[in-house]
C-alpha cells in the first residue's frame, strides 16, 4: 500500500500516463521499478506455501507471467512517456524482467 500512496494520483490499474504526469523515482521506486509486482508475487508465494498444493503453484506461475507481460507494457509506455529519464532510472532500479530476463 505504501507504494501506491507514494504514487498518488498517478496510480491506475491501467497503463496510462497523464502529460503533466511525473515519473516517481524516489522511495521504494528507488530501488525497484513496479513494487507492486515483487509484492503481488510474494503474497502469491506465501499463499502456495500455506495452502501447499499443485493449485497454488500452477496459479504462481500464472502469475509471474502474467506480471511479466504488464511489466514489458508498462516499460514501453514509461520509456515512450519519459525517454531518457526513464532510461537513466532503468539503470539504476530493478525489475522483476529484469531479474528473469537478464542475461548475466
Known sequence: MHSIHQLGKAFNEFIHIEPQQK???TGIYSIIRHPLHYFLMLEMIGMALVIQSLWGW???AFSAVVLVFREQQEEKALEDAFGDQYRQYRKRAVALVDILFTKK
Open 58 to 60: 500452477s496459479l504462481v
Open 23 to 25: 515519473l516517481v523515482d
